[in-house]
């Protein structure tokens, strides 16, 4: 993403962007990249956002319609629903742009949890860490308590 749409996007002046590619998604369905944002006022400090790009290889089968339902689910949460954990303290990323498109691309642009919840070391939670993934997983569900059951889409 370049730094014009990313300004326009933003509404601030953002005059370079760094990518450093996180991760590969499952079947190479795209990727999720951190974006390091360079504005013009030297007294803003660069931000980190994150761009997860979908990009459905050309397949059939229901593994892959499962798969493209998916995504399709996800851009829904962070479009409509996140801001609403968002308002009850549950951490999910803010969303600044969720595009569609109806052969399964989508982009979804999200901020940066890594800058409030860093993670550091081998990749393993320790006793605190493992405490406050299982109580955030525990609020995010019990936020759905007591709302309307919605009928099954199948």
């Known amino acids: 993403m370049d730094a014009k749409t990313l300004s326009d996007l933003l509404s601030e002046d953002v ?7 996180l ?3 499952w079947a190479g369905y795209g ?9 013009r006022q030297s007294t803003r400090s660069p931000q980190s956002i994150i761009l997860k790009k979908i990009s459905p290889p050309r397949d059939s089968g229901e ?8 995504y399709i689910v996800e851009s829904s949460f962070y479009k409509y629903f996140c801001c609403k954990f968002s308002e009850q303290g ?3 990323p803010h969303t600044f742009e969720a595009v569609d498109d109806p052969s399964g ?7 940066d949890l890594r800058i409030d919840y860093p993670i550091n070391g081998n990749g393993m939670l320790d006793w605190n860490k493992t405490f406050a993934a299982v109580d955030w997983l525990a609020r995010f569900h019990a936020f759905h308590w007591g709302l309307p059951e919605r009928p099954s889409a199948s």
Do not use: D, Q
Request: aromatic share 2%; proline share 0%.
């Open 31 to 39: 990727s999720i990249v951190a974006l390091k944002l360079t504005y």
């Open 105 to 111: 691309n989508s982009s979804l642009l999200l901020s």
């Open 15 to 21: 005059v370079k962007v760094k990518e450093e590619r």
């Open 23 to 25: 991760c590969s998604l």
């Open 63 to 70: 593994a892959h319609e499962r798969k493209i339902k998916s």
């Open 90 to 92: 549950i951490a999910v």
